[in-house]
């Protein structure tokens, strides 16, 4: 069974940056693609960034520029850089990874910017 584990939210002042970790527990399975989504209060769950196994990466427009997907392999687990976070940035971050019609999801991380 595929256990997804997110870690390094928190709490930051506008402009700072972090990096969300994704580990992946219990199988060996290559997930493809990747992706981190978020969700704010009140909010529907949004796609943030996505990587594919050839390393094609994609970006929600609201992080272009801002925001570096990489990883999600077995040699390096899948990573969200996050810089010049805005408050509007803050959400819960979601690790998801899919197999043939199977979606896994991890537990989520909780990112708070201030202004």
């Known amino acids: 069974q595929v256990r997804l584990v997110e870690s390094g939210g928190g709490l930051v002042q506008a402009g700072d940056s972090l990096r969300l970790s994704c580990t992946q527990y219990?199988?060996?399975?290559?997930?493809?693609?990747m992706a981190w989504y978020r969700q704010s209060p009140g909010k529907e769950r949004e796609l943030v960034a996505e990587i594919s196994m050839d390393g094609r990466s994609t970006y929600a427009q609201s992080v272009k520029g801002r925001f570096t997907i990489a990883g999600g392999n077995p040699r390096n687990p899948l990573s969200l850089q996050m810089d010049s976070l805005k408050p509007e940035d803050t959400a819960v971050y979601y690790c998801n990874g899919r197999w043939s019609q199977h979606s896994f999801w991890g537990q989520g991380t909780q990112v708070t910017v201030s202004s």
């Open positions: 219990g199988s060996n399975l290559r997930l493809n693609p």
